[in-house]
T-cell receptor, first 112, second 115 residues
């Protein structure tokens, strides 16, 4: 039973446009959510996070939105750059711990 | 550069054998977590150590075990290897156990192939 779902395996976006990556979860006990970016042959790199007490968190070009009633979160990247091309993982935890449950990832391709 | 290193980079074993994977965390990082990432999947939590004690475990059998040492290195041991154990194994370290106050850094992983 997959508790964190990223239903889009891939996404292509033109450089300069907005990239929106989506994530759904089923476990209502999740109270902390994180996004990681992964380049080939490297480990995941932390991008941005959000606590369940918030509905939005912003860091530069990256914004994460959380809709608890829909059990849905999204990552917005504006403007998208070719260097953003990577696999993006959504992750969640219970009790604000680092024992994370990951989605399968979405491969983002930003086309120059 | 995350400061987290893993060895070896690649490893090939046969079914039934035992394997030890190693991770070196940043100095001062008290928490280390291990994940298994099968092909086409997201990382799956194996277990976490905080100050040399296991403080959380995912849905993995006891043949997956670990150790964390005072010098901020750690090991993942897998006994009686099975074909399904073929995966990328990631370790991740952080100062603390919660992302609300701290950032977790992943190593590049060890690719294990079981034949």
């Amino acid at each position: 039973d997959q508790q964190v779902k990223q239903n889009s395996p891939s996404l292509s976006v033109q450089e300069g446009r907005i990239s929106i990556l989506n994530c759904d979860y089923t476990n209502s006990m999740f109270d902390y959510f994180l996004w990681y970016k992964k380049y080939p042959a490297e480990g995941p790199t932390f991008l941005i996070s959000i606590s369940s007490i918030k509905d939005k968190n912003e860091d530069g070009r990256f914004t994460v939105f959380l809709n608890k009633s829909a059990k849905h979160l999204s990552l917005h990247i504006v403007p998208s750059q070719p260097g953003d091309s990577a696999v993006y993982f959504c992750a969640a935890s219970v009790g604000g711990s680092y024992q994370l449950t990951f989605g399968k990832g979405t491969k983002l391709s930003v086309i120059p | 550069e995350t400061g987290v290193t893993q060895s070896p980079t690649h490893l090939i074993k046969t079914r039934g054998q035992q394997v030890t994977l190693r991770c070196s965390s940043q100095s001062g990082h008290n928490t280390v977590s291990w994940y298994q990432q099968a092909l086409g999947q997201g990382p799956q939590f194996i277990f976490q150590y905080y100050r040399e004690e296991e403080n959380g475990r995912g849905n993995f059998p006891p043949r997956f075990s670990g150790l964390q040492f005072p010098n901020y290195s750690s090991e993942l041991n897998v006994n009686a290897l099975e074909l399904d154990d073929s995966a990328l194994y990631l370790c991740a370290s952080s100062l603390d156990w919660t992302p609300s106050t701290d950032t977790q850094y992943f190593g590049p992983g060890t690719r294990l192939t079981v034949l």
